[in-house]
């Protein structure tokens, strides 16, 4: 069920104006409180953007749609982890769009203890790299994480991503280069680079 169902998601007063600084930061907190419209302005801004990075974990469109759903319904119980000023709210809302993803595909694939085949070399091989990747990501500049999130993960063109930042496209490729430079050199120093053929 979409925030304000039976309602417009048009956002009104406060809210209508979008990109206005501080405006997400300000809408979660008065979504908190109650207020309706604050809560149908994020969605209306942010949906589409959460619904594709989550079909991009899950796969599936359908289960990305519920899993929305339930991305804006925990934004209130959530939201005293937002610490504006520490992180972009598009950042955290991404995060909270991930545990809740990987909450559900935790549930939908829930397997006996007694059926869980012990780990393998190569499963902690497999972890320890998605280990170093996402430490390698956190340590990049926001700017190039973000693009190379919404390029990689969520699969966006570079005009949709310039788009969606406000950004020229030839800054989206310049970023996009320097990010992937700087997160290659950053698994390197890791010993998680890539594999090259001797």
């Given amino acids: 069920m979409t925030p304000n169902a039976g309602r417009s998601l048009r956002p009104s007063g ?3 104006r979008a ?18 419209d604050a809560l149908a302005y994020l969605y209306v801004r942010h949906a589409a953007d959460i619904r594709a990075y989550v079909a991009s974990i899950v796969r599936d469109p359908h289960e990305a749609e519920d899993i929305t759903q339930q991305v804006f319904a925990k934004l209130l ?19 909270v769009a991930r545990n809740t993803a990987m909450d559900s595909m935790r549930r939908r694939r829930a397997v006996p203890w007694g059926e869980i085949p012990e780990r393998s070399p190569s499963d902690e091989a497999s972890g320890d790299r998605a280990s170093a ?43 996009h280069h320097r990010g992937r430079g700087a997160l290659k050199a950053q698994l390197l120093e890791r010993h998680a680079g890539p594999a090259v053929a001797a």
């Fill in 133 to 175: 990747i996402r430490e390698a990501l956190r340590s990049l500049p926001e700017d190039q994480r973000e693009v190379l999130v919404l390029r990689h993960l969520v699969g966006l063109s570079p005009g949709e991503i310039a788009d969606r930042l406000g950004r020229s496209k030839p800054s989206v490729h310049a970023l």
């Fill in 14 to 16: 406060a809210f209508a």
């Fill in 19 to 36: 990109g206005a600084p501080d405006s997400d930061a300000s809408a979660l907190s008065q979504a908190a409180t109650g207020n309706a």
């Fill in 77 to 95: 119980m959530a939201s005293p982890t937002f610490e504006p000023g520490e992180v972009p709210f598009r950042s955290w809302l991404l995060r």
